[in-house]
């Protein structure tokens, strides 16, 4: 064990690979997964990836932690006014202090989504936001098709979580939700369904990450 009782890099390691295996562990700690928006989804999604041995993750947003985020987001309430990037990067590596954590705190663009996004192997989009949502799929599938794509689309609402699958859309993209429900239309976002949602998406990554993405 390290200083202050915290376990070193390779026992964490090992206990993970008792719990996953060495095979997808070993994927599991290489494989490059960015996470595009940092509210409900995205902060859940980056949570679960850390907590289940993915340790390259890029965290992606131009927001502040506003006190409206407390109800379904991974932050602090002391972490109001701070940027996203910043908070949920220091939250983390609380999590796990062996992960390689790369933050930007930018809005992303069809312009410059291709520069930010190049070296993952995996993109996360966790927009709220239907416009940023719609550029950064097109983009991705426009100019990234090398890359795979996990989006999300309705989970806002009380509906049944069990109405929130995961489809197939394309050879390497993937969609999460239930395809209907919209904040647009008076529907809050609940956090278990919110969190259902980045669940479906963070289990994608991961299923992706152990069948389909090379690492050796």
Request: net charge negative.
């Amino acid at each position: 064990m390290v200083a202050g009782n915290i376990p070193s890099r390779e026992e964490v390691y090992q206990a993970l690979v008792e719990r996953h295996g060495e095979n997808l562990q070993r994927k599991l700690s290489r494989v490059s997964v960015a996470v595009c928006g940092l509210g409900g989804l995205g902060s859940n999604i980056a949570v679960l990836l850390v907590r289940a041995g993915v340790w390259n993750i890029h965290i992606i947003d131009f927001d502040k932690v506003d006190i409206s985020n407390i109800n379904r987001q991974q932050y602090f309430i002391e972490q109001i006014g701070q940027y996203k990037t910043n908070a949920l990067y220091e939250n983390l590596l609380k999590i796990m202090p062996y992960a390689d954590i790369k933050r930007t705190c930018v809005k992303l663009s069809e312009n410059n989504i291709p520069a930010v996004l190049e070296n993952a192997d995996i993109i996360c989009e966790a927009f709220d936001n239907a416009e940023s949502k719609a550029e950064l799929v097109n983009c991705v599938l426009e100019k990234m098709p090398e890359k795979y794509l996990v989006s999300s689309s309705g989970m806002a609402g009380f509906g049944d979580t069990n109405l929130i699958k995961t489809k197939q859309i394309t050879e390497k993209f993937y969609m999460c939700g239930d395809g209907e429900s919209d904040i647009a239309d008076g529907m809050g976002l609940v956090s278990t369904r919110v969190a259902v949602c980045a669940g479906h998406q963070a289990h994608k990554v991961i299923q992706i990450i152990n069948g389909s993405v090379e690492n050796d």
